[in-house]
């Protein structure tokens, strides 16, 4: 083969390259995009996220024959529960307790004793609803001034009572007596220990027996 043919031959081969090299970044971007389009096409698609599945009103534990003590910040006891069993419901963090008795004390030292047949506390203890024959009894006080709180008692078939802020309610017929012979009948109540302060609704009676000033022995 003569020079002028082998150059003749090498200019077609390059002309040949520069076109192709012109066209090979498309060819490769449609390379590239097949292959995207082949991995997404075989990839395997994974099930959607089941949703959390809510929780039920089914107990998660049982107490039977039991007692709880329960302390404030200070390490000083500020109550504590017997029950004859107590079924604890994670959906609502409450605890149902059979024939409940609490006794609690308040900052000042008062007691106060709780009893019915059926009870519902919350998770932190401040509010318990006491169901069916429920009484709260406080006992006979005296205050550091020596004011005398007289022992009082509480009926109802239902009494909400809230441990932190010492009120009870209840939106049923309710009796409260007093060891000084004061005595209340009403269909709803709200009473705030801390304010010494008893609302009552509904047929009202009610006994108050005259008061005598006196400092207690």
């Known amino acids: 083969m003569s020079i002028v043919a082998v150059r003749a ?8 390259w520069d076109k192709f090299a012109v066209y090979l970044p498309i060819f490769l971007m449609a390379m590239m995009a097949m292959g995207s389009y082949w991995l997404v096409r075989n990839t395997p698609v994974l099930p959607p996220m089941e949703a959390a599945a809510p929780k039920r009103h089914v107990p998660d534990y049982f107490m039977k024959d039991f ?10 006891l500020k109550s504590e529960i017997f029950g004859a069993q107590a079924r604890h ?8 307790v059979d024939q409940p008795r609490i006794r609690s004390l ?4 008062q007691i106060t004793l ?20 429920a009484k709260i009894v406080r006992e006979r006080f005296v205050d550091p001034k020596g004011k005398v709180l007289p022992r ?18 209840t939106h049923l017929p309710v009796e409260m007596v007093r060891d000084n012979g004061d005595r209340f009948i009403a269909n709803w109540m709200d009473y705030d ?13 009610g006994v108050i027996m005259p008061r005598t000033t006196k400092k207690a022995p």
């Open 89 to 96: 419901f994670p959906d609502t963090d409450t605890v149902e």
């Open 9 to 16: 031959w090498w200019l077609r081969v390059r002309r040949a």
């Open 152 to 169: 009082s008692e509480i009926s109802s078939d239902f009494l909400h009572v809230f441990a932190n802020t010492e009120k009870i309610k």
């Open 67 to 76: 007692s709880v003590k329960v302390f404030n910040a200070q390490g000083k």
């Open 193 to 205: 220990n801390l304010e010494q302060v008893l609302q009552l609704q509904g047929r009202v009676k």
């Open 106 to 109: 308040n900052p000042q030292g």
């Open 114 to 133: 709780s009893v019915a047949q059926r009870g519902l506390i919350n998770a932190d203890g401040s509010e318990v609803q006491l169901f069916e024959k």
